[in-house]
């Protein structure tokens, strides 16, 4: 069984993109390719991956502005690449949420060390278990932080958790809301999941571990 993460790779460069997918894969990791953001964010939630390798100068866009969103609305280890060496470009990447920087050309042995260190601090994360206090709507993360629920979040938290990581389809929550299978009710749906990950983020800087099972519902991330 292959224990080894599952990367995203992210640059506008062909060439240095293929090289590197093709130098991972043959260490046994599992990646999945893209060529720019509206790629990746078509795609993120989706994802069975584990850390993305994103660069930071694509053509014509910047990965920093996205930092935050990628931070606040996954639970992905973010691993920043760039062709430049800029002591200001580093700090603001790792003050905007990335976990590494690497200045190109990448050491593949550096990156391969830097990708399992944090695999394995992610998966200790990941693997410690959130609560669900069920009188008084409150969801408890692995650091002991609490975070009140409204009567729609607690259905849908109660739900994914009851689901222990299989999908829970967006007609079966909405119905457990009391709510028609509506394109307004399911677009409401996401904007309920996108709150709820945020007002978590913002109480405590931690990520609630939900996974989009694009064009079905939701589920847990597993661990």
């Given at each position: 069984m292959n224990n080894k993460a599952k990367l995203v790779l992210v640059d506008d460069d062909q060439d240095f993109l293929l090289s590197l997918k093709q130098l991972l894969e043959y260490s046994d990791y599992q990646v999945t390719p893209f060529q720019n953001l509206k790629q990746l964010m078509e795609n993120v939630h989706s994802?069975?991956?584990?850390?993305?390798?994103?660069?930071?100068?694509?053509?014509?866009?910047?990965?920093?502005?996205?930092?935050?969103?990628?931070?606040?609305?996954?639970?992905?280890?973010?691993?920043?690449?760039?062709?430049?060496?800029?002591y200001e470009t580093r700090v603001k990447s790792l003050e905007l949420?990335?976990?590494?920087?690497?200045?190109?050309?990448?050491?593949?042995?550096?990156?391969?060390?830097?990708?399992?260190?944090?695999h394995q601090r992610l998966t200790h994360k990941r693997s410690q278990s959130w609560t669900l206090d069920h009188a008084s709507w409150v969801i408890t993360s692995p650091a002991?932080?609490?975070?009140?629920?409204?009567?729609?979040?607690?259905?849908?938290?109660?739900?994914?958790?009851?689901?222990d990581g299989?999908?829970?389809?967006?007609?079966?929550?909405?119905?457990?809301?009391?709510?028609?299978?509506?394109?307004?009710?399911?677009?409401n749906l996401q904007v309920l999941v996108s709150r709820l990950r945020k007002k978590v983020s913002k109480n405590s800087g931690e990520h609630l571990p939900i996974r989009v099972y694009r064009g079905l519902g939701y589920g847990l991330t597993p661990t």
């Amino acid at each position: 069984m292959n224990n080894k993460a599952k990367l995203v790779l992210v640059d506008d460069d062909q060439d240095f993109l293929l090289s590197l997918k093709q130098l991972l894969e043959y260490s046994d990791y599992q990646v999945t390719p893209f060529q720019n953001l509206k790629q990746l964010m078509e795609n993120v939630h989706s994802l069975d991956a584990d850390i993305l390798i994103l660069d930071v100068n694509l053509e014509e866009e910047s990965s920093l502005d996205l930092l935050p969103t990628l931070r606040e609305e996954t639970s992905l280890g973010l691993i920043l690449i760039s062709g430049s060496k800029a002591y200001e470009t580093r700090v603001k990447s790792l003050e905007l949420g990335a976990d590494a920087y690497l200045s190109k050309p990448i050491q593949i042995r550096e990156l391969q060390a830097i990708v399992n260190s944090l695999h394995q601090r992610l998966t200790h994360k990941r693997s410690q278990s959130w609560t669900l206090d069920h009188a008084s709507w409150v969801i408890t993360s692995p650091a002991a932080h609490h975070h009140e629920l409204t009567e729609n979040e607690y259905i849908f938290v109660n739900m994914i958790m009851e689901a222990d990581g299989k999908p829970v389809t967006k007609e079966q929550l909405l119905s457990a809301m009391g709510k028609e299978d509506t394109q307004e009710e399911a677009a409401n749906l996401q904007v309920l999941v996108s709150r709820l990950r945020k007002k978590v983020s913002k109480n405590s800087g931690e990520h609630l571990p939900i996974r989009v099972y694009r064009g079905l519902g939701y589920g847990l991330t597993p661990t």
